[in-house]
């Protein structure tokens, strides 16, 4: 069965700071993707990335960057000089090629960024 | 604009009764997903469907029940034997695919128990 664990409950950085979020994921397929999704306090879900696990290649979105390891099934995401409208709930998920494709979420990392 | 709305944003609902959480979305995604958040919990899925007058159980669908006459809408009814049914409910869309389809979300509506 697949899973994504977030080992991270909440961070707390200042401004400026960079701050990494980690995901780790377990799964039996071959063919699979990795999500990221930013929670902010409205409640709606915005996708950043997504990324499948033949593409092993680091992203990066301005102050956003990924880093996907399959040697150590890992999904990390980076935020370069953090600003406070970073301050959210982030999710990492991961859906199967096999089946209907559903998606499975982490518990999600809370991070708040003071001035 | 294309989107996904949700309705009600905040839903109240007395012990016994049965509720209905409207989703609508005009993006032309044959798959829908209904989703239930819990503090601490992240989302988990109770039901799917991947095109019109078909749908699945997801991982939690005890107490819920859904019908998907038309491609545009995914409503959600929370029956009276879900026995907790506070939370925040978000529906989400997608073309259908092999898992490497975005889902996109709508806002969301927060259930609460009187």
């Known amino acids: 069965a697949q899973k994504v664990t977030q080992a991270q409950t909440e961070i707390s950085v200042v401004e400026k700071e960079d701050v990494t979020l980690d995901c780790v994921y377990e799964t039996r397929d071959t063919t699979y993707y990795l999500f990221w999704y930013k929670q902010p306090p409205s409640g709606e879900l915005v996708f950043l990335i997504r990324r499948n696990s033949f593409d092993e290649q680091n992203e990066i979105s301005g102050r956003y960057s990924w880093n996907f390891q399959k040697s150590t099934s890992s999904f990390n995401f980076t935020i370069t000089a953090s600003q406070v409208v970073d301050s959210a709930v982030y999710f990492c998920a991961l859906s199967e090629a096999s089946g209907y494709s559903t998606l499975t979420f982490g518990k999600g990392t809370m991070l708040l960024v003071s001035p | 604009d294309g989107g996904i709305t949700q309705s009600p944003k905040y839903l109240f609902r007395k012990e016994g009764q049965n509720v209905t959480l409207s989703c609508e979305q005009n993006?032309?995604?044959?798959?829908m997903y209904w989703y239930r958040q819990d503090p601490g919990q992240g989302l988990r899925l109770i039901y799917y469907?991947?095109?019109?007058?078909?749908?699945q159980k997801g991982d939690i669908a005890e107490g819920y029940s859904v019908s998907r006459e038309k491609k545009e809408s995914f409503p959600l009814t929370v029956t009276s034997a879900q026995k907790n049914p506070t939370a925040f409910y978000l529906c989400a869309s997608s073309t259908p695919g092999q898992g490497e389809e975005t889902q996109y979300f709508g806002p969301g509506t927060r259930l609460l128990v009187l």
């Open positions: 993006l032309n995604h044959d798959a």
């Open positions: 469907s991947q095109i019109v007058n078909d749908f």
